[in-house]
């Protein structure tokens, strides 16, 4: 199997690649190259989420664990009767660690329940899911950022999926779907869904 590094590698060459394109033949400009860079480079690690031990895996578990931490942390400084708060540096420093353990722990759980390795992130939704998302996410950027980011997001997925397809000789990440019909159903209902909007989204005028 390729490893972390190999996919990083390969997804950042392609993604630069057409960046350099995009600027070269349709002026891209910023944010929409730095956006497209970013997410065809990630995309090209994602799948590995469905790996037990993989970087994005404990990356994602690390990002939930801070995000629950900042939460508990911001709770307890404010200045508000109830709990007695602000609480002492002390204590909101203990409560903050363990906002990050617990989430940290549960989101490392969550995920490898309902991933196996080369599971529903290896698979072919996957690349449009995750560029329909991205490009949602930055749809208030205009269109042409829209366009790069979805176009790179996808590639960046794809460049993940033939890797591990050709290292391999195997069809296997390359599958339509997972064999778990109902998961595989809704999979590719929300990605239509997804795509759908962003990318019907910025070209509804603003009134
Ligand atoms: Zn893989």
Do not use: C
Request: glycine letters at 10%; a positive charge.
């Amino acid at each position: 199997m390729p490893n972390f590094n190999y996919h990083l590698g390969a997804s950042a060459l392609a993604s630069a690649v057409l960046v350099a394109y995009g600027e070269a033949a349709y002026g891209l400009g910023q944010p929409a190259s730095g956006l497209a860079f970013l997410a065809g480079v990630a995309g090209g690690v994602l799948p590995d989420l469905d790996s037990d031990s993989s970087i994005p895996l404990r990356f994602s578990g690390i990002v939930a664990g801070l995000g629950a931490a900042s939460a508990v942390a911001g709770f307890a400084m404010a200045d508000s009767g109830v709990f007695d708060r602000p609480w002492r540096p002390l204590t909101v420093a203990v409560a903050a660690l363990a906002a990050f353990v617990l989430f940290n722990a549960l989101t490392l759980k969550v995920i490898k329940k309902i991933t196996v390795h080369r599971g529903l992130f290896h698979s072919f939704p996957i690349p449009f899911l995750y560029a329909g998302v991205f490009a949602l996410l930055i749809s208030s950027q205009g269109r042409k950022t829209v366009m790069a980011v979805w176009i790179l997001g996808v590639v960046g997925v794809f460049t993940h999926l033939v890797m591990d397809a050709v290292r391999d000789l195997s069809f296997n990440p390359l599958k339509f779907a997972t064999s778990d019909i109902s998961a595989s159903t809704r999979l590719w209902f929300g990605t239509a869904l997804v795509n759908l909007l962003a990318l019907i989204y910025p070209f509804i005028p603003l009134s």
